[in-house]
């Protein structure tokens, strides 16, 4: 059985539909990335999953139980740590790390082993209130609370939005380890260069899923040689691209522009007076197969 299968799932406020007929499985022990950009639904899908949200229409089932009718089953075996910041401010570390302990009917004693190896980069800093804590270190406490009672399910609503690079590269190492412990693992975020790190992911955005698999065999369904393309006037290189009966597709990539063509592009750009153009070929992003995703929609 998977250990989360949503089918259809639904979420309207007012007029806007935030969830849009959503469905995908998580197979137990993966870890599964919802990416896309803000607004794209990610929180939508986490609360209806925690039972914090009522689905307007679909269903889903975490471990086999029915977020609606089972919601008190999911929350005792469901870990969540949300977006925002979701600790006592004004509780120390291991005052926070009770309290969540408490609110579970364990202790941290009981599943220590679990938290041990995030909790002892804290451990220093057990009598510091969280609100005074740097934004990697809120992250492993929110990370130990979200673990306290031994989840089977834990879902993270971008847990490294506002983190600086190394904590969040710290943070996916910890997740590599959960998954050792047999823990599915559920992961928003709007970092494209993060989706590497999972196991499979889907790519969403308004609401609907545009694409769901590894992100290797995300990458390899892109069709086209993709190359990078750079000129001393980059504003002018991408007005002519765009004008280019030749490119099928540009857009800017970091100080290149991402191009697919066919036939000869650098006489094009020679021939518009371009200059110090550089043309080579690139390999594909999951950012790049986004943006495509996105283009055939629209
Ligand atoms: N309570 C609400 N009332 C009205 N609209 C809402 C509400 N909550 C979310 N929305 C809207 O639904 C859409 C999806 O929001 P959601 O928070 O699920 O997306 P997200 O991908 O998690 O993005 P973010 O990172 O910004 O939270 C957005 O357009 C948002 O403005």
Redesign the pocket.
């Known amino acids: 059985m998977d250990a989360v299968i949503v089918n259809g799932i639904r979420?309207v406020?007012?007029d806007?539909?935030?969830?849009d007929d959503v469905s995908f499985a998580v197979k137990k022990g993966e870890l599964f990335g919802?990416i896309?950009?803000?607004?794209?639904?990610?929180?939508?899908?986490?609360?209806m999953l925690t039972t914090l949200l009522l689905p307007d229409g679909g269903s889903a089932t975490v471990d086999g139980l029915d977020v609606v009718k089972d919601y008190k089953a999911i929350r005792k075996l469901a870990g969540y740590m949300p977006?925002k910041f979701s600790l006592y401010q004004d509780l120390t570390v291991e005052e926070n790390l009770n309290f969540f302990a408490t609110v579970f009917k364990t202790t941290v004693k009981e599943n220590y082993d679990l938290i041990k190896d995030i909790y002892i980069q804290i451990e220093p800093f057990k009598k510091r209130r969280a609100g005074k804590l740097s934004g990697g270190m809120k992250q492993k406490l929110a990370l130990c609370c979200a673990l306290i009672h031994r989840p089977t399910v834990l879902f993270l609503?971008?847990p490294t939005?506002g983190v600086d690079p190394v904590s969040r590269k710290e943070f996916w190492e910890m997740l590599r380890k959960l998954k050792e412990q047999q823990i599915t693992i559920i992961v928003?975020t709007?970092y494209m260069d993060e989706a590497d790190l999972c196991d499979r992911i889907a790519l969403?955005q308004?609401?609907k899923i545009l694409s769901i698999d590894t992100p290797a065999a995300i990458v390899a369904a892109f069709p086209d040689q993709l190359y990078a393309v750079k000129a001393d006037q980059m504003h002018r290189l991408l007005k002519v691209l765009q004008g280019s009966a030749l490119v099928k597709s540009s857009y800017a990539f970091g100080e290149y522009a991402h191009v697919t063509f066919d036939g000869d592009l650098r006489q094009e750009l020679d021939a518009q007076g371009l200059t110090g153009i550089e043309i080579q070929p690139t390999p594909v992003t999951i950012e790049d197969c986004f943006i495509k995703l996105l283009n055939e929609k629209q």
């Open positions: 979420k406020y007012q806007k539909t935030a969830v919802l896309g950009p803000d607004g794209a639904g990610k929180t939508s899908i986490f609360r977006g609503d971008e939005t928003s709007p969403i308004d609401g």
